[in-house]
């Protein structure tokens, strides 16, 4: 994939967990790591997805957090208050 200089990006998960809800639906929260020239970047994805009749996964929507415990914490935090 291209970023907007069009450098080379490359994604590797490293770890992921998904919840289902609702008839095929599910969220996943992953651990991935960014790889470009440039070097190597850790986030937190968070994605909604639904399965499709063959049983495999197309997501929708992703927000990505940066791996800096203030801000996990914040995110926690708040949705603790929700």
Known sequence: MDDE???????????AEKIPFGKNNFLE???KKAITDEG???F??????YFLPDGSEKY????TIP???SIK???IERIGKL
């Not at 200089?5 to 770890?15: A, D, I, N, P, Y």
């Not at 937190?44 to 997805?49: D, H, K, L, N």
């Not at 929708?60 to 927000?63: A, D, F, G, R």
Request: charged share 35%.
């Open 5 to 15: 200089q069009g450098t080379k990006v490359r994604f590797e998960t490293l770890s």
């Open 67 to 69: 791996d800096d415990s």
């Open 73 to 75: 914490d914040f995110v």
């Open 40 to 42: 190597v970047s850790e």
């Open 44 to 49: 937190i994805s968070v994605s909604r997805g």
């Open 60 to 63: 929708k929507k992703s927000i």
């Open 29 to 31: 929260v992953a651990r």
